[in-house]
Nanobody, 114 residues
């Protein structure tokens, strides 16, 4: 069955960086566009970034453009989210998604606070 396992979250100070990973299994990862979403307490889930199956095309939410970078390693069945210049408003649970499918990981908590 499809499994998506996120890791890399934690507590970081404003201006800091984190790198999230999502390890995928149970489907042909190299054929699958992938996405990162996030959900803050009391707010709706929102898109952070998409990446195409080959990694050549990416899309970002305006709120993270220029600060976050999505990438993937198809040999490792893993998608990444490099997050720089983090702000308190980036605090949320970050979730990996197999795009166009209702396949989600359990999420990893990111907290940006001094």
């Amino acid at each position: 069955q499809v499994q998506l396992v996120e890791s890399g979250g934690g507590l970081v100070q404003p201006g800091g960086s984190l790198r999230l990973s999502c390890a995928a299994s149970g489907f042909t990862f190299s054929y699958s566009p992938m996405s990162w979403y996030r959900q803050a307490p009391g707010k709706e889930r929102e898109l952070v970034a998409h990446i195409s199956s080959g990694g050549s095309s990416t899309t970002y939410a305006d709120s993270v453009k220029g600060r976050f970078t999505i990438s993937r390693d198809n040999a490792k069945n893993t998608v990444y989210l490099q997050m720089n210049s983090l702000k308190p408003e980036d605090t949320a649970v970050y979730l990996c998604n197999r795009r166009f499918y209702n396949d989600w990981g359990q999420g990893t908590q990111v907290t940006v606070s001094s």
